[in-house]
């Protein structure tokens, strides 16, 4: 899966963030640093949305390929 991702150039390095999940968010020295950590943040954001969601009744709607 591929998430569009957000990086800023700061006097520590690079944030990164993902503008499509809220509050997730890392950072890194470097901009490869950087974007490696987002990937670990992505993945603990997921699996914390699926633990929060494990008692509530959802469905999947398929949106397509967007550009």
């Given at each position: 899966m591929k998430y569009k991702v957000n990086y800023k150039?700061?006097?520590e390095?690079?944030?990164v963030w993902v503008p499509g999940l809220?509050?997730?968010w890392s950072q890194g020295r470097t901009e490869e640093e950087a974007l490696e950590n987002i990937k670990d943040?992505?993945?603990a954001y997921l699996d914390t949305i699926d633990?929060?969601?494990k008692e509530q009744e959802?469905?999947?709607?398929?949106?397509?390929n967007h550009v």
């Open positions: 150039k700061t006097e390095g690079y944030a809220p509050g997730c943040a992505i993945q633990d929060l969601s959802f469905r999947y709607v398929d949106v397509g």
